[in-house]
């Protein structure tokens, strides 16, 4: 019996790495292929514009994170380990208050870096800014449904999570490099990229929390929700 136990345990080791590991592997393979063509393209100051301007947004984007996703995946953890049938609740709770501080904290993100960079030689296209600071919105998103995921211990989701992501940012890379070579079209590529990974990441927690709406409830607790409906 205890012999199959460590069987059980070490075949299930294995399998976290192997999930955890081949995306690793994919976003560097794809990275060091797309990324060299990418700057060779767009050269030293078209690159460094964004850049910049990202700098400048991530200054400021803690008033919309406000360390909930770090919280969120601590506390989402503790129940599905004590009471995994409140995880739906729990998860939603959070949510709504990533999306309060993510309303709240838009602006004075984007006007913050607005005052920061105007006036620059390098920030003469208002609509890279807008772009940008979307581009930080999804991605402000995109951690706290992958942190989520995370310590609902979803590696088969997060490892589809991490390579679509990856594959998605490579031939964003691609496309800017041989098809639209400027500041605005990295822009794009890069909002195109984090509205994508958050939209699949978002189903895929969906798909998640319906496995715990049928298999993680209390007896009874399934039959009660729908005759009290």
Not at 89 to 110: D, K, S, T, Y
Not at 115 to 139: E, K
Request: aromatic residues 12%; contains cysteine; charged residues 15%.
């Amino acid at each position: 019996m205890i012999e199959a136990q460590r069987v059980i345990e070490k075949n299930y080791l294995i399998k976290v790495l192997t999930l955890a590991g081949v995306p690793k592997v994919v976003t560097f393979t794809l990275t060091w292929l797309s990324f060299p063509l990418l700057l060779r393209a767009l050269g030293p100051e078209s690159f460094g514009t964004l850049v910049f301007i990202g700098a400048a947004l991530a200054l400021f984007e803690t008033a919309m994170d406000f360390g909930i996703s770090s919280a969120s995946g601590k506390a989402m953890a503790e129940v599905r380990a004590q009471t995994p049938w409140a995880i739906r609740g729990e998860f939603f709770a959070w949510a709504r208050l990533q999306i309060l501080m993510v309303a709240v904290g838009f602006g004075p993100m984007l006007l913050g870096a607005y005052l920061m960079i105007r006036g620059s030689p390098q920030f003469q296209d208002v609509r890279i800014l807008w772009i940008a600071a979307t581009t930080v919105l999804f991605s402000v998103g995109f951690n706290f449904l992958r942190a989520n995921l995370h310590s609902i211990l979803s590696f088969k989701f997060l490892a589809v999570l991490e390579i679509t992501d990856s594959v998605s940012r490579s031939l964003g890379f691609l496309v800017v490099a041989y098809g639209f070579p400027t500041v605005f079209g990295l822009a794009l590529a890069g909002l195109f990229t984090a509205a994508t990974s958050t939209a699949l990441a978002t189903g895929l927690m969906i798909q998640e929390l319906r496995h715990y709406y049928f298999c993680g409830h209390k007896p009874g607790d399934i039959l009660t929700s729908r005759t009290s409906t």
